[in-house]
């Protein structure tokens, strides 16, 4: 992934990667604390002009948890008793990134809820990591009821699986994984390779994971928890050229849940193509 960053900003996050492994060897605790909020603490991004036109065709209502009020959206069917959709968005994006499905689902009769993660969209908050969105979703279908089905992409995704495994909120028919990545030890790891910290820094951040949740960072994983899954029909997609979680993962949670799999090719993280979004509805559909 650091290939990806561009020069100047690599040095700025390894420098403090320097000052992370400077203070490991004083107190490795703190170094562990301080590098989680790094880490749980995406860049705020803007709600660009179109999204908000997007999001301003949804009925828009708040709700409150964790003492933050979180920003949802429904795109209500004409018919009251439609099934309905929960759509979860990933890290550092909003609900606008579900224009696509909201069009399709829309029109073939389907009422889609969806809502803006903590620290991003038009939700409050400056944190956010894979528990605490798993928090919110329960907050959601405890106000808002059982959906049918959720559709989720990335880190949404591993909240819709941790969510429904680890805090026993009641589970959907179906459940579509987007570009879901099936370790979270690995996302961690690769983000200390990127700030170049020493394993005392890494080792904190597992520490302070499971100081906060009361489970060890192994409890997090996609794949093992999917396997729980045994009552939802389960369609994961991946795409070959992810460059955010390597493929292997997706076919990982798949052969894990005993789900559907497709995989596509040149379509990298997002999973916006029409073809995808068509699967989508043919699984949700039948």
């Not at 561009?6 to 605790?29: C, D, W």
Request: overall charge positive; glycine content about 6%; aromatic content about 8%.
């Amino acid at each position: 992934m650091a290939q990806n960053i561009p020069e100047a900003a690599l040095k700025k996050i390894r420098r403090v990667g320097k000052m992370l492994n400077a203070l490991s060897v004083v107190s490795p605790t703190l170094a562990g604390k301080a590098a989680f909020r790094i880490f749980c603490t995406p860049r705020r991004l803007p709600v660009r002009d179109k999204d908000r036109e997007f999001l301003s065709t949804a009925q828009h209502f708040d709700f409150h948890t964790e003492k933050l009020r979180i920003r949802g959206y429904t795109w209500q069917s004409d018919n009251l008793n439609a099934p309905e959709i929960l759509c979860l968005h990933g890290w550092e994006s909003n609900s606008a990134r579900w224009r696509k499905y909201v069009k399709s689902l829309h029109e073939n009769g389907f009422t889609i809820h969806a809502f803006d993660a903590p620290a991003s969209g038009n939700s409050d908050g400056q944190m956010l990591n894979v528990l605490l969105y798993s928090r919110i979703v329960k907050k959601f279908v405890e106000e808002k009821g059982v959906p049918y089905a959720v559709i989720a992409h990335s880190l949404g995704g591993a909240a819709a699986v941790m969510s429904s495994t680890i805090l026993g909120t009641a589970r959907p028919a179906k459940m579509v994984l987007l570009g879901v990545f099936a370790e979270s030890s690995r996302i961690i790891t690769d983000f200390g390779n990127i700030l170049g910290v020493n394993d005392i820094v890494l080792n904190g951040v597992f520490r302070e994971i499971e100081r906060r949740s009361g489970m060890h960072i192994s409890e997090y994983s996609v794949a093992k928890k999917a396997a729980i899954l045994t009552d939802v029909q389960g369609l994961v997609l991946h795409d070959r050229d992810d460059e955010v979680a390597p493929v292997e993962e997706g076919r990982a949670i798949a052969e894990s849940w005993k789900a559907r799999y497709l995989e596509t090719e040149g379509l990298g993280h997002r999973m916006q193509d029409k073809a995808v979004v068509q699967e989508v509805l043919k699984f949700i559909q039948h």
